[in-house]
Nanobody
């Protein structure tokens, strides 16, 4: 099983910074990719950034150059440093892990509970 616990988030003024962290508790799985998605009211969930075990990083073009994803010092942790936050960054941010059972190639997707990020003017 893979359980994800997020921390960070909160409220900030436009132009400010926030940091999100996610720790995965893993049993019986290998985590290949960890990342962050977000969902604003009335919108679909979208990728923010993700990082693979091989350190391949993908960013949503809307956040590239402002947000930075990195692996934490502990195994199966991921951080998202957000700078120059905009009103449109307001959303619930979800940690995601793509993991597979040992000896298998197909991945399952696991989600955290989500953490609110609110950017105000």
């Amino acid at each position: 099983q893979v359980q994800l616990v997020e921390s960070g988030g909160g409220s900030v003024q436009a132009g400010g910074s926030l940091r999100l962290s996610c720790v995965a508790s893993v049993s019986g799985f290998i985590v290949d990719v960890m990342g962050w998605y977000r969902q604003a009211p009335g919108k679909e969930r979208e990728l923010v950034a993700k990082i693979s075990s091989g350190e391949i990083i993908n960013y949503n073009e809307l956040v590239e150059g402002r947000f930075f994803i990195s692996r934490g010092n502990a195994k199966n942790t991921v951080n998202l440093q957000m700078h120059s936050l905009k009103l449109e960054d307001t959303a619930v941010y979800y940690c995601n892990a793509e993991a597979r059972r040992y000896g298998r190639s197909n991945r399952s997707s696991f989600w955290g509970q989500g953490t609110q990020v609110t950017v105000s003017s």
